[in-house]
T-cell receptor
Framework: KAGVTQTPRYLIKTRGQQVTLSCSPI?????VSWYQQTPGQGLQFLFE???????NKGNFPGRFSGRQFSNSRSEMNVSTLELGDSALYLC???????????????FGPGTRLLVL | LAKTTQPISMDSYEGQEVNITCSHN???????ITWYQQFPSQGPRFIIQ???TKVTNEVASLFIPADRKSSTLSLPRVSLSDTAVYYC??????????FGTGTRLQVFP
């Protein structure tokens, strides 16, 4: 079974631009979560989608948004990029929404975004 | 804040068995215990998950005593490639991957 795939793997943008990242979950998985990882802040939860609905959202500004399609693929968008948005963006999928730690999340390789 | 406490670091040599203990005194009745491994600049990788007693897979074993207030991840015959940070999570922390400090394992040749 193929794992979680993310595209693109690397991206360079300039301040003020916007970016869209894509995530394809493991086949049959319907829950997708997004995380931002930086050396200083570690891994931070962005949002989680299940059946095209956002179920949970982390503490990020409204510039960060996402959506999920009927085939469970998900995209996240960051508008008006700032230098501090440079990070590794990780997507994780699970068959059902994470609940009390029962659902294991499987991670993709990430998209490394550099904002200049 | 994470609900778990682990040693900050551990050293081992190739071929040895490594046991990393995690304390979770306030674990709830329905909480599962999950361990992740993380290499620098990579996403976490699921290792093992359990609820009670012992769980074993091709990578590791997880020992959970009856009171479930702690758990021990056992890595048999470690190699250099096992050098990483290991995180223990319980319950809702697993949902949003609220990691504690983790245990930095260094394996020497």
């Amino acid at each position: 079974k193929a794992g979680v795939t993310q595209t693109p793997r690397y991206l360079i943008k300039t301040r003020g631009q916007q970016v869209t990242l894509s995530c394809s979950p493991i086949s049959g998985h319907r829950s997708v979560s997004w995380y931002q990882q930086t050396p200083g802040q570690g891994l931070q939860f962005l949002f989680e989608y299940f059946s095209e609905t956002q179920r949970n959202k982390g503490n990020f500004p409204g510039r960060f948004s996402g959506r999920q399609f009927s085939n469970s693929r998900s995209e996240m968008n960051v508008s008006t990029l700032e230098l501090g948005d440079s990070a590794l963006y990780l997507c994780a999928s699970s068959s059902h929404p994470p609940s009390g730690g029962l659902e294991t999340q499987y991670f993709g390789p990430g998209t490394r975004l550099l904002v200049l | 804040l994470a609900k778990t406490t682990q040693p900050i670091s551990m050293d081992s040599y190739e071929g040895q068995e490594v046991n990393i203990t995690c304390s979770h005194n306030n674990i709830a009745t329905n909480d599962y215990i999950t361990w992740y491994q993380q290499f620098p600049s990579q996403g976490p990788r699921f290792i093992i998950q359990g609820y009670k007693t012992k769980v074993t897979n091709e990578v590791a074993s997880l020992f959970i005593p009856a009171d479930r207030k702690s758990s021990t991840l056992s890595l048999p015959r470690v190699s250099l490639s096992d050098t990483a940070v290991y995180y223990c999570l319980v319950g809702e922390d697993t949902d949003k991957l609220i990691f504690g400090t983790g245990t930095r394992l260094q394996v020497f040749p």
